[in-house]
């Protein structure tokens, strides 16, 4: 495929870059640091390594939230990332609220999408229910390959008051990773959204990120056409175009809703 990494320059210039993105959007909100969730896989774990960087770690707070279907190994990961930079952080279920969803509102019972985002959104409920307490932002661990097809839940994931790695790819994310010293186990596991049981990106998106990324450099985000990226890649134009489809049918999730222009 391409290789997005950076050179060595590029990546130190690039980390200095989302270090002082983190502390002037702190010092912008006059607040007193950050929160963000803990999963246990890379993207919030590259955030939190950025954050305790930028900020110190007394003003970085993580927030473990184990749902029913959160296996134990990412929850423990988790905990040894906050443990290893020596923030503070709780562990809090979110089965119960989401359990008290569901009794109010049986109708969604067994829609795993549904289901699933509402743990995505009872997550950002808690977010910011620190953040309003404690003072602080909410940072947020999307990606560009993410934001790009709109692999996040609107109002859950996607709630959030910065988006620190939003302009990096995954490949770049990982590579930023190791270059922070996040423990490589982190760095290659197999990235999952785990609202339900046995979900992964890759499955879910029908792609895996190393052809994502490619595709979004080539031609979402860059000048090639369909076919020129599909030539370029040797991958199918249908693969293109699905990438292309999922860009255009969630540009809503990257925008605030809109209003009715005002009335001449
Ligand atoms: N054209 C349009 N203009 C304005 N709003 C529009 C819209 N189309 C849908 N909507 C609204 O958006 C809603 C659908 O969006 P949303 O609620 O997000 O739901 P949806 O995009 O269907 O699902 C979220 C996707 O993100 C994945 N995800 C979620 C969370 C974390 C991660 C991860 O990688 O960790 C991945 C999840 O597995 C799933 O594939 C609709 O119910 C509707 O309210
Ligand atoms: N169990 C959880 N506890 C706390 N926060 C969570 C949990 N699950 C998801 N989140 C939050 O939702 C974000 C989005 O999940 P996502 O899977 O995209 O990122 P990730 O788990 O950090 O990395 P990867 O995509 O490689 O799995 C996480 O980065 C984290 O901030
Ligand atoms: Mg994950």
Redesign the pocket.
Known sequence: MIDLRFSEAELEARRDHVVQFVRDQVEAAGVDGVV??????????T?AYLAVEALGAERVHG?????RV?SDD??SD?ERVARDLEMSYDVIEVEPVVEALLAAYPEAEGDHLAVGNAR?RV?AVFNYLVANHDGRLVLG??NRS?AAVGY?TKYG?GAVDCHPIGNLYKQQVRQLARALGAPEELVT?T????LWADQT?EDELGIDYDTLDAILVSHVDGPLSVAATARRLEVDPKTVEMVRGLYEASAHKRRAPPAPEPLE
């Open positions: 963000l969730g803990l999963s246990g896989g890379i993207d919030s774990t955030v927030l473990v939230l184990p749902a959160s990412n929850m988790a995505a997550r661990t999307g993410e996040f994931d596991k990235p999952t959204a785990e990106d």
